[in-house]
């Protein structure tokens, strides 16, 4: 479901207000947390790895605490409670997320802790893998979500389980999941960059964004109120409203990004490409139609004002009568409260094929920009 444009124009402004904790220091925070308590699991060795270290991410999401062991038969329960035991220390009792619990590639427990007897249970049963998250407070006030991991072995997905993991969240809308594993088993070093700058640039900052949203939800109201002045997001929404918007904007982005790149990532899916695709245009039509289905209250505040100021040859992306998305400028704009203000010509085609549109069918950096101005006018 597409945001309200009104909010996502709240939303970049906030993302440019915001005072971004560093990568840097967080990962040599983490990577000291890990050997002082390595101690703690004298059959593990800590393995200083994760998206903190990545050069290719550029905001930070997570930490990861990492302890593998090399000797078989699986991790004990008192190993488990060990580990509970230490997020509890570091994070808070009343701090953890979410637990992961695996044995042979198959989920045991997967999801937000209710009852932790539940976590517990499943742990019993000797899995290879055992996962909590916690929500870790740093001395600049900011928290990050840790993942403090028991593995037997190194544990690295193989690519047909990443592929098969990335269907699957496409299937769910979780599309800036399947960016970030995409991102994984591209091994071109060049492309990988390019990929990940892309990234970065229009979904990284609000990836954050919406992480940080997450922890608020376990805060107490006077923690969550003065935790969202961090977020310079103004308290007019609720909490529950800017991560919808923001969520949906960061998705919308995502197969805005993978369908840019049907090129590169098409040879590294094989045969479940034509499906994947598939699915990821049905979400982006599934977004243009909500975007149509918001715009017409948005566009009865400032329609009229945009496409005053709207200027003869502006290049625009425009949604054409056939329901694709075209290169396109601006030839006319009426002056009028019609619903098709805008007449486009489409690069390539004649002057026969050029069509009035609506606001809602354009995109663009100069279209999002005016909307914005509109919207704060």
């Keep these: 479901m597409a945001a309200s444009s009104a909010l996502v124009a709240k939303i970049e402004e906030a993302l440019k207000l915001i005072d971004y904790p560093s990568k840097e220091k967080l990962w040599e925070h983490v990577q000291a947390l890990g050997r002082k308590h390595s101690w703690k ?15 290719y991410v550029q905001f930070i999401t997570d930490a990861d605490l990492i302890y593998s062991k090399s000797t078989k038969g699986g991790i004990q329960l008192k190993e488990f409670e060990t580990l509970h035991k230490l997020v509890k220390q570091l994070c808070g009792r009343d701090q953890i997320l979410s637990a992961k619990v695996s044995c042979r590639d198959k989920d045991l427990f997967d999801g937000e802790v209710v009852d932790f007897n539940e976590v517990r249970t499943c742990a019993a049963k000797l899995p290879d893998v055992v996962n909590i998250t916690g929500s870790y407070k740093l001395e600049s006030g900011w928290r990050v979500p840790i993942d403090f991991t028991l593995q037997e072995g190194e544990q690295r997905m193989p690519k047909e389980a990443r592929v098969s993991r990335m269907v699957t969240n496409a299937k ?15 091994r071109d070093k060049g492309a990988k960059a390019e990929f990940a700058k892309s990234w970065n640039a229009t979904g990284g900052a609000l990836r954050f964004l919406v992480k940080q949203l997450e922890l608020v939800k376990i ?31 960061m998705q919308r982005r995502a197969v805005e990004l993978l369908l840019s790149r049907k ?3 098409s040879p590294k899916l094989g045969s479940v490409a034509t499906t994947f695709f598939g699915d ?32 003869t040859g502006t290049d625009v992306k425009a949604k054409s ?10 030839v006319k704009v ?16 004649g002057r026969e094929e050029d069509e009035w549109v609506s606001l809602a069918c354009l995109r663009g ?11 704060q006018s």
């Design 41 to 55: 699991f004298p059959s593990f060795l800590f393995i200083p790895r994760g998206g903190l270290s990545s050069p």
């Design 172 to 186: 769910e809308g979780n599309f800036a999941k399947v960016v970030q594993r995409l991102r994984g088993i591209i």
């Design 219 to 249: 805060m107490d109201a006077a923690e969550k109120e003065a935790y969202m002045t961090l977020l310079h997001l103004p308290p007019e929404h609720s909490h529950e409203e800017w991560l919808k918007a923001a969520d949906a904007e």
């Design 263 to 265: 090129d590169l990532l």
């Design 280 to 311: 990821l245009e049905a979400a982006a039509a599934a977004f243009a139609q909500r975007v149509e289905e918001v715009a017409p209250a948005e566009e009865r505040r400032g329609c009229k004002r945009l496409a005053d100021v709207l200027s």
């Design 321 to 330: 009568s056939d329901g694709s998305w075209y290169k396109a400028s601006v």
């Design 334 to 349: 009426r002056k009028s409260d019609s619903a098709q203000p805008v007449k486009v010509h489409y690069e390539g085609s």
């Design 365 to 375: 950096r100069a279209i999002k920009k005016l909307r914005e101005e509109t919207l």
